[in-house]
């Protein structure tokens, strides 16, 4: 070691050598700050609050828009555990039950160059007000250290946007499925009214027109106007039948959803030449009007859209009791539905299908036969105790 007195290298050497030879001690030094310097220019210039902590989650940098997102400073938030910020523990974060903490992930985020993304996470403000957030996580070594960013994101008018649409959407099923019940009604009473109002009054004025053809003194002719007049009294009359049981099958208050169901099944074969297997128990079908009027239009508009583009053959319809449920399965070996036609605007059936499902708190599944190849609906409804006692009281 030289002495005070005697001169150093750096002395005997000219500045210019001397400057040159510090930066040949010293490089590593002067490039790890410049590396630093634009990390962190990086880091600050974004909107997105960024966070950089270390593997015992200490922040080691927050950027403006982190200070501005928990209501503090950067310089205040360095030096402080995460978890003063942000209260789920990161270390969670993509590792299993008894994984070290940041091991695994920090080693397949830098292998991989990925990062672990959207993790919902629960943030506090310097006031201490939580706040929803959504977070990001990304790892990279450092001088042999792993260091870890973070970026998140306030995602409290998200979850509000998403609540007001729950809201809506529920609103919107509710009216749904009120505007149904409303329909039925006004369909019964209309029914009724043309059955028991408009159908006596036809049937009042056949009779009243057998009396006048039985009289001997009317001529030919009038009793060839009078047996016309008859004729289209009957065509009346059993079209006035034909539009009440749309409307409102009487079938379905007369004698239930079982016997509604077959008179549904009859008067398909009548129009088609078939194979229709309806499988059900009487007992099974004993419920509540709302529900049997559901079922009844369910099994109706498959039906319907079966006869108009399926090209089947064969038709099962099946309706069991299930525990609390009932299952119902519609299936046939037609030529089956498309993915995307499940989702048409102009598929009113099938929409109006899942509605009093929806409306029933029941589900449905519609999709292809693994076995016909058609198509098939696979609909499951609870049945309560108190629907029970209703359909039996």
């Not at 994984?99 to 990062?115: N, V």
């Not at 929803?132 to 998140?152: C, K, N, R, W």
């Not at 060839?224 to 004729?231: C, Q």
């Not at 059900?280 to 009027?293: G, H, M, Q």
Request: aromatic letters at 4%; a negative charge; one cysteine or more.
């Amino acid at each position: 070691m030289p002495d005070r007195g005697s001169p150093t290298l750096l002395r005997i050497l000219p500045l210019g050598m001397a400057a040159a030879l510090l930066l040949c001690l010293f490089p590593p030094l002067k490039a790890r700050r410049q590396r630093q310097a634009r990390g962190q220019a990086i880091i600050d210039s974004p909107s997105d609050a960024i966070i950089s902590i270390d593997s015992g989650q200490f922040i080691l940098h927050a950027n403006a828009a982190a200070a501005r997102l928990f209501g503090d400073t950067p310089d205040g938030m360095r030096g402080r555990h995460l978890g003063h910020y942000i209260l789920r523990d990161l270390r969670s974060l993509g590792r299993h039950e008894g994984d070290p903490p940041f091991g695994d992930i920090s080693q397949e985020l830098r292998l991989t160059g990925r990062r672990a993304t959207d993790y919902t996470l629960t943030g506090r403000r310097s006031d201490g007000a939580m706040f929803p957030l959504e977070g990001s996580l990304s790892a990279m070594q450092e001088d042999g250290h792993s260091v870890f960013t973070i970026i998140v994101r306030d995602i409290s008018a998200r979850q509000q946007m998403h609540a007001q649409l729950a809201r809506s959407f529920s609103q919107l099923r509710e009216l749904s499925s009120a505007l149904q019940s409303i329909r039925e009604e006004e369909r019964k009473h209309i029914a009724r009214e043309l059955h028991d109002d408009l159908g006596q009054l036809l049937a009042t004025l056949r009779g009243d027109l057998t009396l006048v053809r039985q009289h001997s003194d009317t001529t030919g002719a009038l009793q060839a106007l009078l047996h016309s007049m008859d004729g289209l009294l009957v065509t009346a009359i059993t079209s006035l039948r034909r539009i009440a049981s749309n409307l409102r099958p009487r079938a379905l208050d007369e004698g239930g959803l079982y016997f509604a169901l077959q008179k549904l099944r009859h008067d398909f074969l009548m129009r088609r030449a078939i194979h229709f297997d309806l499988l059900a128990d009487e007992a099974d079908l004993v419920l509540d009007d709302a529900r049997s009027t559901a079922i009844y239009r369910i099994v109706q508009e498959a039906l319907t859209n079966i006869a108009r583009h399926a090209e089947a053959s064969h038709i099962t319809i099946a309706l069991h009791r299930i525990d609390s449920s009932l299952a119902i399965t519609i299936q046939d070996d037609g030529r089956g539905i498309a993915e995307h036609d499940l989702e048409k605007a102009t598929a009113l059936g099938l929409l109006g299908m899942r509605e009093r499902v929806w409306g029933l708190n029941g589900s449905i599944h519609i999709g292809t036969d693994n076995e016909l190849g058609g198509t098939r609906i696979d609909i499951s409804l609870p049945m309560h105790a108190e629907v029970m006692e209703t359909a039996t009281s």
